[in-house]
Nanobody, 121 residues
Framework: QVQLVESGGGLVQPGGSLRLSCAAS????????MGWDRQAPGKERELVAD???????NYADSVKGRFTISRDNAKNTVYLQMNSLKPEDTAVYYC???????????????WGQGTQVTASL
């Protein structure tokens, strides 16, 4: 099994910055893609950004130019640097990882517990 633990959420004024971290632990043979989704109250969960094991990235149009996803493969950790935060970025942010626990097996998607990000005066 693989566990994902997020940190770094909180309250920030509009225009401010936050950095989220998500560390994977447990029985890990390899991790392929990692990423972040978010869910605002009354809205569906949406992709924020994802990153492959080789560093290719993908972003939602709403965060391009403001958010940066990165990862440290040696630490099994993915980061989300969020700059110029807007009130509409307020949501619970969930990290995810496509991980394989044993050499013989398949990738499975795991999710973190979520961390609240609030951009408000």
């Amino acid at each position: 099994q693989v566990q994902l633990v997020e940190s770094g959420g909180g309250l920030v004024q509009p225009g401010g910055s936050l950095r989220l971290s998500c560390a994977a632990s447990g029985t890990i043979f390899r991790i392929a893609g990692m990423g972040w989704d978010r869910q605002a109250p009354g809205k569906e969960r949406e992709l924020v950004a994802d990153i492959t094991s080789t560093g290719s990235t993908n972003y939602a149009d709403s965060v391009k130019g403001r958010f940066t996803i990165s990862r440290d493969n040696a630490k099994n950790t993915v980061y989300l640097q969020m700059n110029s935060l807007k009130p509409e970025d307020t949501a619970v942010y969930y990290c995810n990882a496509d991980a394989q626990s044993y050499p013989v097996g398949t990738l499975r998607r795991y999710w973190g517990q979520g961390t609240q990000v609030t951009a408000s005066l």
